[in-house]
């Protein structure tokens, strides 16, 4: 009998806003242990200081257990691909996956594909999208770039980052605004908040 699906989530947020850096200190985390990060293609993989081997082709060993690919190609095509490997045994098995977006995307289509795409639902269960809002430069951002609001108003849950440099309660305030429903936290809620859903959804 086929198992449980794999629970996928996205994680989005613009250019510079420390969705990276999120990432990094959540995989160290024990409970994000047998993860497998999907790194957009028009993004940098930016998890230098995890790497520990080379496995094979463009699908790299991360500290704790983790996998990170680069997405070269459509996303329904990785994901399958991740998931034959890990049947065949070609490399170690996961329980989650994590797709990191390019800072510019619109996380819709990539929702799609993930809730939609019948290479992709028959062994994966989209879980959320959780998305990295830059307290310091969103609001002055947003007027120029609409990914932005695309980006918070699609999320399930949003992380304040460089709250360190700004007060994030204005960028926050326009993000219930735009998307009531959404979970707010600060980034240092955000690293447990991704170790509980990676529980929850493992």
Do not use: W
Not at 90 to 98: A, S
């Amino acid at each position: 009998m086929r198992g449980a699906k794999t629970p996928v989530f996205l994680l989005t947020g613009f250019l510079g806003s420390g969705k990276t850096t999120l990432l990094n200190r959540a995989l160290k985390e024990p409970a994000l242990a047998n993860t497998a990060v999907v790194v957009n293609e028009l993004g940098a993989i930016g998890l230098d200081n995890l790497v520990i081997a080379q496995a094979t082709d463009n699908v790299v060993l991360l500290d704790a257990g983790c996998l990170c690919c680069a997405n070269t190609g459509a996303l329904h095509e990785t994901l399958a691909d991740l998931n034959g490997r890990r049947a065949r045994g070609e490399i170690p098995p996961f329980e989650r996956v994590i797709i990191e977006t390019s800072g510019a995307a619109d996380p819709a289509p990539l929702v799609n594909v993930i809730a939609g795409h019948p290479l992709v639902t028959a062994d994966y269960a989209f879980a959320g999208t959780v998305c990295a809002v830059d307290a310091q430069h969103f609001l002055a951002s947003r007027t120029q770039y609409p990914e932005l609001d695309k980006q918070a108003a699609l999320a399930d849950r949003v992380v304040a980052t460089k709250t360190d440099l700004a007060d994030p309660a204005p960028a926050l305030d326009f993000v219930r605004e735009l998307n009531p429903e959404v979970e707010v936290c600060d980034s240092v809620a955000g690293l447990f908040l991704l170790t509980l859903i990676a529980i929850v959804g493992g």
